[in-house]
């Protein structure tokens, strides 16, 4: 079967252009609507999709800037996009520490503790998987964005997903269903929305903090 038509993740590119002109962060959270799958700047799709069912379902593709595995979205999913402006193109590992460390005080700040970052990019509690990170580096700017399960779907993404060409070890073969988990699910949350309320209220607050220890101690902007 042929590749399936992308088309590019653009959905933050507004807010990448705020931060371009006003050379400050900026984030934004927001609940994807409708079902679509998003594959990585250098996904393989005859590895990463079924696309018979892709097709079948009418489901849209989108490709992102930054790596990382395919991804199904759902209403079940929030999203949590940065934009930092930061000198040059290096930086990348230090800031995507500083960023997932900031992601994961603002769950604890909301009543979800214990969140770490395992294997590469993945936020996961005990062995489940809550979420999953890329970023994306140019010059002078940084892009990270990361997507929360909260309640998914997770039967689309068996439908969607064929099992990961590549994993991390805490995963030990598991399928989605066993691999990945939901704060819903797991008796984290009740509301939806007001979660999702205090979270942005939460990383609202502590961004310019994690933005000034992305940027070091050596970049000529202190």
Same mark, same amino acid.
């Given at each position: 079967?042929?590749?399936?038509?992308?088309?590019?993740?653009?959905?933050? #590119?507004?807010?990448?252009?705020?931060?371009?002109?006003?050379?400050?962060?900026? *984030?934004?959270?927001?609940?994807? +609507?409708?079902?679509?799958?998003?594959?990585?700047?250098?996904?393989?799709?005859?590895?990463?999709?079924?696309?018979?069912?892709?097709?079948?379902?009418?489901? /849209?593709?989108?490709?992102?800037?930054?790596?990382?595995?395919?991804?199904?979205?759902?209403?079940?999913?929030? &999203? =949590?996009?940065?934009?930092?402006?930061?000198?040059?193109?290096?930086?990348?590992?230090?800031?995507?520490?500083?960023?997932?460390?900031?992601?994961?005080?603002?769950?604890?700040?909301?009543? =979800?503790?214990?969140?770490?970052?395992?294997? &590469?990019?993945?936020?996961?509690?005990? #062995?489940?998987?809550?979420?999953?990170?890329?970023?994306?580096?140019?010059? $002078?700017?940084?892009?990270?964005? !990361? !997507?929360?399960?909260?309640?998914? $779907?997770? $039967?689309?993404?068996?439908?969607?997903?064929?099992?990961? /060409?590549? +994993?991390? +070890?805490?995963?030990?073969?598991?399928?989605?269903?066993?691999?990945?988990?939901?704060?819903?699910?797991?008796?984290?949350?009740? #509301?939806?929305?007001? *979660?999702?309320?205090?979270?942005?209220?939460?990383?609202? +607050?502590?961004? /310019?903090?994690?933005?000034?220890?992305?940027?070091?101690?050596?970049?000529?902007?202190?």
């Amino acid at each position: 079967m042929e590749d399936l038509p992308t088309r590019p993740y653009g959905l933050d #590119d507004q807010l990448l252009r705020g931060v371009r002109e006003e050379r400050a962060p900026r *984030f934004r959270l927001y609940r994807w +609507e409708g079902v679509a799958v998003v594959i990585g700047r250098g996904g393989k799709q005859q590895l990463e999709l079924d696309r018979a069912a892709l097709a079948a379902d009418r489901v /849209p593709l989108y490709r992102r800037p930054g790596g990382g595995c395919a991804v199904v979205l759902d209403p079940g999913n929030l &999203v =949590v996009s940065v934009g930092l402006p930061l000198p040059g193109i290096g930086g990348i590992t230090s800031a995507f520490t500083h960023l997932s460390d900031w992601f994961r005080a603002a769950l604890a700040d909301c009543g =979800v503790p214990g969140v770490r970052q395992r294997g &590469v990019s993945d936020l996961a509690l005990d #062995d489940r998987k809550l979420g999953g990170s890329c970023i994306h580096r140019s010059r $002078d700017l940084l892009y990270y964005s !990361t !997507t929360l399960l909260v309640d998914p $779907d997770l $039967d689309l993404v068996a439908r969607y997903l064929p099992h990961p /060409p590549r +994993e991390p +070890e805490y995963r030990a073969g598991r399928p989605h269903g066993e691999f990945m988990g939901s704060l819903r699910g797991m008796g984290l949350i009740d #509301d939806r929305a007001a *979660f999702a309320s205090s979270l942005k209220a939460a990383c609202a +607050e502590s961004l /310019p903090a994690a933005w000034e220890r992305s940027r070091g101690p050596g970049d000529g902007n202190h």
